[in-house]
Nanobody, 131 residues
Framework: HVQLVESGGGSVQAGGSLRLSCLAF???????????LAWFRQRPGKEREGVAA???????RYADSVKGRFTISPDNAKNSQTLQMNSLKPEDTAMYYC???????????????????????WGQGTQVTVS
């Protein structure tokens, strides 16, 4: 199993920016036949919500609530991914998790967004607080 470790969370005032990183250990997703890289977040008392995903084809998908503000991308290490978050709002406060799937269809999600069940590898989460 691949182990994912997030970093970069913290506290920021509304309008500020943060960059989250996710490093994978025990596997190199760039060598998979196919993959989907994603970020989810979970607010207290709410279900885990998909916020961004990028597939092997380079196409990205974002939740409507973060379009134009968040950007997902692989980093230069190839076995990592990042989530650049700009113009942060208090409602962005959540625990953020990176996730990886070896199924390309995971990036398509459904009409209600990305499906957490489509992803087999998860990080431990990093807290983002916007005030």
């Amino acid at each position: 199993h691949v182990q994912l470790v997030e970093s970069g969370g913290g506290s920021v005032q509304a309008g500020g920016s943060l960059r989250l990183s996710c490093l994978a250990f025990g596997g190199t997703y760039s060598t998979y036949r196919t993959y989907c890289l994603a970020w989810f977040r979970q607010r207290p008392g709410k279900e885990r919500e998909g916020v961004a995903a990028i597939g092997m084809d380079g196409r990205t998908r974002y939740a409507d609530s973060v379009k134009g503000r968040f950007t997902i991308s692989p980093d230069n290490a190839k076995n990592s991914q990042t989530l650049q978050m700009n113009s942060l709002k208090p409602e962005d406060t959540a625990m953020y998790y990176c996730a990886v799937s070896h199924y390309a269809y995971a990036c398509r999600g459904g009409r209600n967004g990305l499906g957490a069940a489509d992803f087999g590898y998860w990080g431990q989460g990093t807290q983002v607080t916007v005030s």
